[in-house]
Each structure stands twice: as structure tokens, then as C-alpha cells.
């Protein structure tokens, strides 16, 4: 088997997390062909896939609330988001299904890009962000808030608790949010913040994940064929009806009663007390 076979086997069989890293790196060489100017500095993306703080393009681009969950800034960018996802996935499938995390991932990513823009609108910012960190908190926060006390074994430190790692991460955003990526910052704390909500919803019996199953499914089903019935040739019988055998079988059971009857009378009284009638119908029958 070689390398290509291998990768179609693992995103075959790695199920939706393994799928949604493959989407992030294929994103990211698609940014390396088109986006990525003289091949130096910094990517260059569109307004219609990074998300901007500017009303005037996120209104009429809606789209880009979810595009820019999938494309990265750099190779370090990509490499550190793809590394915590695979982390916090595993944590996250422990305990739920994979349609629960497509869900999630979809959604914190579309919230974290609303409080994103809003925050930048009402703080007369402008900027534009790309990554999936937002997403990556949300799952991260998720597993966290749902299972805080799991014991994770890292490297070099030994065993921890899952609200350690979860925490450390938190207050880093926390503190540098007034730097230069001060955008990438409030999508992840925007990100985090869904996680929390999304597993206290869930643990009250409000899986939010719905919305996204429910909308997929309805697309899926739309442009799927509808299996059509295949038709069937019905075959009338015009032949004239036989006829029925009943009414021999009635007459046959009436003239053998009466042969019957006359045979009785004539054992008990002997044949001279016959009547003339029943002479007659007894020579007949006896044709």
C-alpha cells in the first residue's frame, strides 16, 4: 500500500475528526496555490473566505461565518490548531457521537465569528481572522466541562488533569487579548464559551447538534434520487366464468334422498305399496 492508499484508508476509516483535519490541511494547500502571493510573507486571502469585522461584507458574505474555520495563516498556525484538535477530539469522542461533534465544531465556529465582528463593529475596530481555534476551544472546553477530573498523560509532565491543560490555555488568551491577534483572541474565548454552554444545555436534555444533523440530513435527502416503484402489469382474465357444480351436486343429493326414502318404504311395506309416481321414478333412476 502506498502513501496516497494509506491516507484514503485513514480518512475512510478516521471518522469526522480525522475528516475535518484533512479539510483543514487541504484548505491550506489550496491558500499555498492561490493565496499565498510570490510565495513569501503573508497569506493573502479574499474577503469572501476570511471573516471581516466589516458588516458590509460579512452581511452579504454569510458564508465566510464558516470558511474562515478552515483556513490558517501560516504552516505553524495549521500545524499547532491541527495538533490540539486531534488532542481534544479523542477526549471529546470518549464521551459523544461523531454528529454531536460535526455539530459543535459548525456552530462555535459560527458563533465565535458573530462575537467576533460584532465585538470589532461596536468597538469601531476593523479585521479579519482565519483558523480554527475558535472551533478547537469549543470541542477542548467541551470535554473539559463535561469530564474536568480525567487524568491526560503529557510529555515531560506526567499526569494532569484536564482542566489544567484547559485552564493554562484560557488564561493565555486571556492575557494576551489586547496584543496584535486581539481578534483571534475573542473568537476563542467566544469559542470556549459555547463549549461550556453547549455540555450544560446537553446535561439539561438540549442537544444543539440537532441543528446541524437536522439541516445536513434535509440537504442530503434532497438531492438524493427517490427509489421509484417499478411497474407492475396487471393481467385481467376475460374468459367466462365455469360454472358452478353446486347445483348438480344439490340435484344429485335430492334424487338419491328420495331413491332412499322409496328403498325404506319398500323394505318396511314391500314394493306393491308403491305408488304408481314412485314406480315410475324408481324405473328412471335405475336406467
Not at 484548505?27 to 474577503?47: A, H, K, R
Not at 481534544?88 to 461523531?98: G, K
Request: with cysteine; glycine share 6%; charged share 15%.
Amino acid at each position: 500500500m502506498n502513501i496516497l492508499d494509506d491516507l484514503k484508508l485513514q480518512y475512510r476509516m478516521g471518522g469526522i475528526a480525522m475528516r475535518i483535519i484533512y479539510w483543514n490541511v487541504a484548505c491550506f494547500i489550496i491558500s499555498l496555490l492561490f493565496f499565498w502571493p510570490g510565495f513569501t510573507g503573508p497569506f493573502d486571502y479574499p474577503n469572501w473566505l476570511a471573516l471581516s469585522s466589516d458588516p458590509q461584507v460579512f452581511l452579504f458574505k454569510p458564508w465566510t461565518l464558516l470558511t474562515y474555520a478552515f483556513f490558517h495563516f501560516d504552516f505553524w498556525h495549521l500545524l499547532f490548531n491541527m495538533m490540539v484538535l486531534n488532542f481534544a477530539s479523542n477526549l471529546f469522542l470518549t464521551f459523544f457521537t461523531q454528529k454531536q461533534y460535526l455539530g459543535l465544531y459548525i456552530l462555535s465556529a459560527l458563533f465565535a465569528g458573530v462575537v467576533f465582528a460584532l465585538s470589532f463593529y461596536f468597538s469601531n475596530m476593523y479585521g479579519s481572522i482565519v483558523g480554527a481555534s475558535a472551533a478547537i476551544m469549543a470541542i477542548l472546553v467541551a470535554a473539559t466541562t463535561y469530564s474536568p477530573l480525567m487524568n491526560v498523560r503529557l510529555f515531560l509532565f506526567g499526569n494532569v488533569k484536564l482542566w489544567h491543560i484547559t485552564a493554562v490555555i484560557l488564561v493565555l488568551d486571556l492575557v494576551q487579548l489586547r496584543s496584535g491577534n486581539m481578534g483571534g483572541h475573542i473568537s476563542h474565548l467566544a469559542g470556549a464559551l459555547f463549549g461550556f454552554t453547549y455540555i450544560k444545555l446537553l446535561q439539561n436534555g438540549t442537544d444543539l447538534s440537532v441543528i446541524v444533523s437536522k439541516t445536513l440530513d434535509f440537504f442530503a435527502n434532497l438531492f438524493r434520487k427517490s427509489p421509484t416503484t417499478p411497474f407492475t402489469k396487471v393481467h385481467k382474465n376475460y374468459k367466462k366464468p365455469t360454472e358452478r357444480t353446486a347445483s348438480r351436486i344439490v340435484t344429485k343429493d335430492k334424487t338419491q334422498q328420495q331413491i332412499d326414502e322409496i328403498l325404506d318404504k319398500i323394505s318396511q311395506s314391500g314394493y306393491d305399496c308403491l305408488t304408481k309416481e314412485e314406480k315410475e321414478f324408481l324405473f328412471k333412476a335405475g336406467k
